[in-house]
């Protein structure tokens, strides 16, 4: 059975979604249509492209995730190094390894723009905070005069994984018309970062497209459980930042869920794993994997497609007709 699938973002928590993709797939779920925000955007991108759970899990088990973490060495000088990479990139570390492992991991499967897909098969949520606005890529990419077929899947999945102030924003200069007096050259650009600041879990988006007499179930991969490091250790502007947005970030994975949306949300434990913890070992990885694992497994025995129908309708349908 065809169903579109929502994944929520939660750095490298992700694995876990990996497991919710792999039991759905187990149980006889095909994936028509997804979306996703930040590491739920790269779970969406690989799932397009015809990856399956079993192939992320062993994709992600193999890389390690402090290699996304990249800076010149000039700037791991002891406290002044950061503080300068701030001001000077506005992250502590470039995306671009990140970015490259994605487009590598894409390229496998023949795909690297949204061209290569099915026309809405993969969206992907991102914030532009130069206009205080939400991004749904690839289309909203057209905003910037930029054709959203020819569009880099692994370049939005950057844009969505942009930790404010741990990663460097994505930076789109504007198409500036000739006048006497050209804006400073810092204020050329439009400034992309994660998805999770306005839309962690959007499952919203494939609301109102989906018409009475063909309904594709849309169900929503959650992430959820407190971070047992409650305790940030703030000792300067870098670590106050850092506890910022991590606090920012994992008040996410405990949000009231809205009643119209418990019906098609699976939820999924997360162990106390924080979005930023990148030194993970193998087996918090695989016990993350099957967190992921079980509670879909757990959700789907317990669904079916009369009922869903029934609470869409009763949920979703009406808010829209």
Do not use: C
């Not at 990996?18 to 028509?32: D, I």
């Not at 991108?45 to 973490?69: C, H, N, V, W």
Request: charged share 20%.
């Amino acid at each position: 059975m065809k169903i579109n699938g929502v994944f929520e973002g939660g750095g490298v928590k992700g694995i876990a979604l990996a497991g919710g993709v792999s039991a759905a797939m187990k149980q006889g779920y095909s994936f028509h249509q997804v979306a996703g925000t930040s590491s739920g955007s790269i779970v969406a991108a690989l799932l397009a492209a015809g990856y399956t759970g079993d192939e992320m899990k062993e994709l992600i088990l193999r890389t390690p995730f402090k290699s996304f973490m990249q800076r010149s060495p000039i700037f791991n000088t002891k406290i002044i190094g950061p503080v300068a990479r701030l001001f000077l990139k506005k992250g502590l570390y470039s995306g671009e390894a990140l970015e490259y492992w994605v487009n590598q991991q894409l390229l496998a499967k023949g795909v690297r723009t949204f061209g290569d897909l099915k026309k809405n098969q993969l969206r992907i949520i991102a914030s532009d905070i130069t206009q205080g606005k939400l991004l749904i890529l690839p289309d909203d990419i057209a905003q910037y005069g930029i054709e959203p077929s020819k569009f880099s899947i692994a370049k939005a999945v950057r844009m969505s994984t942009s930790i404010p102030y741990f990663f460097d924003p994505v930076m789109i200069r504007r198409n500036l018309k000739s006048s006497a007096t050209a804006e400073p050259f810092a204020e050329q650009f439009y400034y992309i970062v994660d998805g999770g600041l306005l839309s962690n879990y959007p499952l919203w988006v494939f609301d109102g497209e989906t018409k009475r007499d063909e309904i594709v179930p849309v169900i929503g991969f959650h992430l959820v459980g407190k971070s047992e490091s409650t305790t940030h250790r703030i000792k300067g502007p870098v670590t106050m930042m850092e506890a910022l947005f991590g606090t920012m970030l994992n008040a996410h994975d405990e949000r009231y869920i809205e009643q119209k949306d418990r019906f098609r949300t699976i939820k999924i434990p997360t162990l106390g794993v924080r979005n930023t913890q990148f030194s993970l070992t193998q087996e918090v990885s695989l016990s993350l994997y099957q967190s992921g694992y079980e509670a879909a497994e757990q959700y789907f025995k317990q669904w079916s497609a009369q009922k869903y129908e029934m609470n869409y309708e009763k949920y979703v349908l009406r808010l829209h007709s």
